[in-house]
């Protein structure tokens, strides 16, 4: 299965600033996908990023408070700007595994903002 | 859009009996149905999926089996061990047209007892 390198694993942020979450994949993949995941709950996608398009993003979610970018078919990155204490979360990419086998997530970018 | 929904929200069960978690969704154009494992601090890691045109799919103590018609799908654990304890998570995806991107369920925290 594809594998994805995400970094940082974890942060703490003072609120105001922005942070740049990355997602590496081993192999080209048609489109990548960032969650968050908020205490104790499930993962809601945020954008759909493809490469060569401006991403997709979801209800909720705008490219002003969570830019991406997708310079190629192996790496994103996910800003998470401006930042107040309710973005503090865990953020994962995923990408649909080239091979046919499911979704994989990175190791996700654990966010505090203080 | 799609919206899955995940019953129990909590499963405790005494170590070697089953465990059942269900999930409905919406959206009939939906064809592929993945349950993951996340464990504390890790990232999701998928166990088992199905995709529309099977009923039924089996890998050793774990099985999915699905209703189209009722649009709800069920993971079947069997001589549950305390290694089974985590939180699962069912998700559905509508395909191609949508982007393919996967809508998750609320999650099930199962708890072993050993």
């Known amino acids: 299965s594809a594998v994805i390198s995400q970094k940082p694993s974890r942060d703490i942020c003072q609120r105001g600033t922005s942070l740049t979450i990355q997602c590496q994949v081993d192999s080209q993949v048609t489109m990548m996908f960032w969650y968050r995941q908020q205490p104790g709950q499930s993962l809601t996608l945020i954008a759909t990023?493809?490469?060569?398009?401006?991403?997709?993003?979801e209800s909720g979610f705008v490219i002003d408070k969570f830019p991406i970018s997708r310079p190629n078919l192996t790496f994103s990155t996910l800003t998470v700007s401006n930042m107040s204490p309710e973005d503090s979360s865990i953020y994962l990419c995923?990408?649909?595994?080239?091979?046919?086998?499911?979704?994989?997530f990175g190791s996700g970018t654990r966010l505090t903002v203080v | 859009g799609e919206n899955v929904e995940q019953h129990p929200s909590t499963l405790s069960v005494q170590e070697g009996d089953s465990a059942v978690i269900k999930c409905t969704y919406s959206?009939?154009?939906?064809?592929?149905f993945p349950w993951y494992k996340q464990e504390l601090g890790k990232r999701p890691q998928l166990i088992i999926d199905i995709r529309s045109n099977v009923g039924e799919k089996k890998d050793q103590r774990i099985a999915v089996t699905l209703n189209k018609t009722a649009k709800h799908f069920s993971l079947h654990i069997t001589e549950t061990q305390p290694e089974d304890s985590a939180v699962y998570f069912c998700a559905a995806s509508s395909g191609m047209e949508y982007g393919n991107k996967l809508v998750f369920g609320a999650g099930t925290i199962l708890r072993v007892k050993s």
């Open positions: 959206d009939s154009a939906s064809n592929y």
């Open positions: 995923s990408v649909e595994d080239p091979t046919g086998y499911g979704y994989t």
């Open positions: 990023a493809n490469q060569g398009s401006e991403a997709t993003y």
